[in-house]
C-alpha cells in the first residue's frame, strides 16, 4: 500500500527552528508537497520538491531524498503565526497526491 | 489569475437529508477538479477527481456522489446523509504544469 508518514503534534518555541519530517512509500513519484493548513481553513502551498536536495523559500525551506523516501520542512524564525498543521503529500505514478495526516504545530511564546 | 470558490462555507444537515457543495473555478480552463475531505485529525481523503466535463471518477464508495456540467463547475451531491459524512470538504484544482493543488475555502458539513 501507499502510506505517507509524519508525527502527529510538535512544540516549538517563538524565534527557534524547527524541523517536521516525513517519509514515504508510494507506487512511483512525481514530486513530494508541502501544505499549511491554520484550523478552520484551506490548505495553502508551501512548496514542491521533484529531485534531490534543499529548497529554500524565505524562513521555510524543504528538503528531499528521493533513495531514502524521506523529506523535511524547516521553519526557521519561529513565528506565532507559524501555528497550523503542516501536510506533507506525494503524487505518485498516476500523478494522483497522497496525503500524511498533517503535522500540528504548536509555538509557545 | 486563477480563483477558486466553493460554498457553503458551513452546514448542518439532520442525517437523511440531501447535500450539495458547489465550487467554481474561474480563469482558467479545462482544470482538474477534485472533492477531498478532511475528517478531525485525518489526511486529506480524495473523493472524487474530474478531468473534464461529464467526466468523473470516484476514489472511495459511499453514497455521495459528483458532477461536472460546466468546465469549471463540480458539484458534490449526496441524496441522504449519514453521520459519517460530516467533515471538512475541500475542492481544488491542478495546475497541470506544475501540479500545485489550489484549494476552495472549504465547507464544513455538521451531520446531525
Known amino acids: 500500500g501507499q502510506n505517507i508518514d509524519q508525527p502527529t503534534e510538535m512544540t516549538a518555541t517563538e524565534g527557534a527552528i524547527v524541523q517536521i519530517n516525513c517519509t514515504y512509500q508510494?507506487?512511483?513519484?512525481?514530486?513530494l508537497f508541502w501544505y499549511q493548513q491554520h484550523a478552520g481553513e484551506a490548505p495553502t502551498f508551501l512548496s514542491y520538491?521533484?529531485l534531490d536536495g534543499l529548497e529554500e523559500k524565505g524562513r521555510f525551506s524543504s528538503f528531499l531524498s528521493r533513495s531514502k523516501g524521506y523529506s523535511y520542512l524547516l521553519l526557521k524564525e519561529l513565528q506565532m503565526k507559524d501555528s497550523a498543521s503542516y501536510l506533507c503529500?506525494?503524487?505518485?505514478?498516476?500523478?494522483?497526491?497522497?496525503w500524511g495526516a498533517g503535522t500540528k504545530l504548536i509555538i509557545k511564546p | 489569475s486563477q480563483t477558486i470558490h466553493q460554498w457553503p462555507a458551513t452546514l448542518v444537515q439532520p442525517v437523511g437529508s440531501p447535500l450539495s457543495l458547489e465550487c467554481t473555478v474561474e480563469?482558467?480552463?479545462?482544470?482538474?477538479l477534485y472533492w477531498y475531505r478532511q475528517a478531525a485529525g485525518r489526511g486529506l481523503q480524495l473523493l472524487f477527481y474530474?478531468?473534464?466535463?461529464?467526466?468523473i471518477s470516484s476514489e472511495v464508495p459511499q453514497n455521495l456522489s459528483a458532477s461536472r456540467p460546466q468546465d469549471r463547475q463540480f458539484i458534490l451531491s449526496s441524496k441522504k446523509l449519514l453521520l459519517s459524512d460530516s467533515g471538512f470538504y475541500l475542492c481544488?484544482?491542478?495546475?497541470?504544469?506544475?501540479?500545485?493543488?489550489?484549494f476552495g475555502e472549504g465547507s464544513r458539513l455538521t451531520v446531525l
Open positions: 481544488a484544482w491542478t495546475d497541470r504544469d506544475t501540479g500545485e493543488l489550489f
Open positions: 480563469g482558467t480552463s479545462n482544470p482538474n
Open positions: 474530474s478531468v473534464g466535463i461529464g467526466q
Open positions: 508510494t507506487s512511483g513519484f512525481n514530486g
Open positions: 520538491n521533484v
Open positions: 503529500a506525494v503524487m505518485d505514478s498516476n500523478y494522483q497526491l497522497i
